[in-house]
């Protein structure tokens, strides 16, 4: 465990046992794995989670974690945000499996939303726009932030998780934790719900776990189609920071029209951290 208390407690629960769970078809039992490493740098977390885990060794440096790779074969990483990637990209250098919670924005907390020089405003819209591959064709997917909605919605009905799909016949709403809705609603009362095509998730915590052990196949939530969820979610703030509409090479990673773009995608380090994120 990197951060063992606060949002570390609670991800602690769900792998050794003691959280609740929802109750759903595909849920199973809740695991209840051996946790041997602690690692905090507020030590009254520490201690905290030592009691219950009496035998786990402890640390208060996540670098030093990485001294005893053979103590552990998987990492849940619950730090403050910007230690996410650090601590992250350490495990998967150790081949060991890695859970990890990590942001999609910054918020600002300017009642106007004008940002001190590193956070991108409290409301904003981005819009991406993504080239045909294969036989999908292009797609545009506007993101709006804060008080943003869009137009063809009515703005006082759409949650703050909410997708909205436009079509040319008519549109699918979900308001993140509830099922879709076609609308108009009234033009798709009686249309029939299509057959499910995908297999249901157990929940992440479970997936990963089992993915872990062999068990089970890649949890939904890979790194690889979260860490390009990501990426492309966070290119919205490096263009409101650089005001510029950005042409983005995702195999070079780098704006390939705006080379100022580059002090935001990549950042110094101070000493200690070479060879970890160099």
Request: proline share 8%; aromatic share 8%.
């Given at each position: 465990?990197?951060?063992?208390?606060?949002?570390?407690?609670?991800?602690?629960?769900?792998?050794?046992?003691?959280?609740?769970?929802?109750?759903?078809?595909?849920?199973?039992?809740?695991?209840?794995?051996?946790?041997?490493?602690?690692?905090?740098?507020?030590?009254?977390?520490?201690?905290?989670?030592?009691?219950?885990?009496?035998?786990?060794?402890?640390?208060?440096?996540?670098?030093?974690?990485?001294?005893?790779?053979?103590?552990?074969?998987?990492?849940?990483?619950s730090?403050?945000?910007?230690?996410?990637?650090?601590?992250?990209?350490?495990?998967?250098?150790?081949?060991?499996?890695v859970?990890?919670?990590?942001?999609?924005?910054?918020?600002?907390?300017?009642?106007?939303?004008?940002a001190?020089?590193?956070?991108?405003?409290?409301?904003?819209?981005?819009?991406?726009?993504?080239?045909?591959?294969?036989?999908?064709?292009?797609?545009?997917?506007?993101?709006?932030q804060?008080?943003?909605?869009?137009?063809?919605?009515?703005?006082?009905?759409?949650?703050?998780?909410?997708?909205?799909?436009?079509?040319?016949?008519?549109?699918?709403?979900s308001?993140?934790?509830?099922?879709?809705?076609?609308?108009?609603?009234?033009?798709?009362?009686?249309?029939?719900?299509?057959?499910?095509?995908?297999?249901?998730?157990?929940?992440?915590?479970?997936?990963?776990?089992?993915?872990?052990?062999?068990q089970?196949?890649?949890?939904?939530?890979n790194?690889?189609?979260?860490?390009w969820?990501?990426?492309?979610?966070?290119?919205?703030?490096?263009?409101?920071?650089?005001?510029?509409k950005?042409?983005?090479?995702?195999?070079?990673?780098?704006?390939?029209?705006?080379?100022?773009?580059?002090?935001?995608?990549?950042?110094?380090?101070?000493?200690?951290?070479?060879?970890?994120?160099?």
């Amino acid at each position: 465990m990197i951060g063992c208390g606060g949002r570390g407690g609670a991800n602690m629960n769900t792998v050794a046992g003691g959280s609740r769970r929802r109750k759903t078809d595909v849920q199973t039992a809740a695991p209840s794995e051996n946790i041997t490493v602690l690692c905090d740098v507020n030590q009254n977390a520490v201690d905290a989670a030592a009691q219950r885990f009496p035998k786990a060794k402890k640390y208060s440096d996540f670098r030093r974690v990485f001294d005893n790779p053979n103590d552990f074969d998987a990492v849940m990483v619950s730090t403050t945000e910007h230690t996410h990637t650090l601590a992250a990209y350490l495990a998967l250098t150790h081949g060991k499996h890695v859970y990890c919670e990590k942001p999609l924005t910054i918020e600002a907390a300017s009642p106007m939303g004008e940002a001190h020089p590193e956070l991108a405003p409290a409301t904003m819209t981005v819009t991406y726009e993504f080239p045909a591959r294969g036989s999908h064709p292009p797609l545009k997917l506007v993101w709006y932030q804060g008080e943003a909605r869009p137009p063809q919605f009515d703005a006082s009905k759409m949650g703050n998780r909410a997708q909205l799909f436009i079509g040319d016949k008519g549109m699918l709403y979900s308001g993140g934790r509830s099922g879709p809705t076609l609308l108009p609603e009234e033009e798709f009362e009686d249309y029939p719900t299509p057959p499910e095509t995908l297999p249901r998730s157990p929940g992440h915590y479970i997936e990963r776990i089992q993915a872990c052990k062999g068990q089970g196949p890649a949890p939904g939530s890979n790194f690889l189609y979260s860490g390009w969820v990501t990426e492309s979610n966070h290119l919205g703030n490096v263009a409101y920071r650089t005001r510029k509409k950005l042409e983005w090479d995702h195999v070079n990673l780098c704006a390939r029209n705006a080379p100022e773009a580059d002090q935001f995608i990549r950042r110094p380090y101070r000493k200690g951290w070479d060879g970890i994120v160099t």
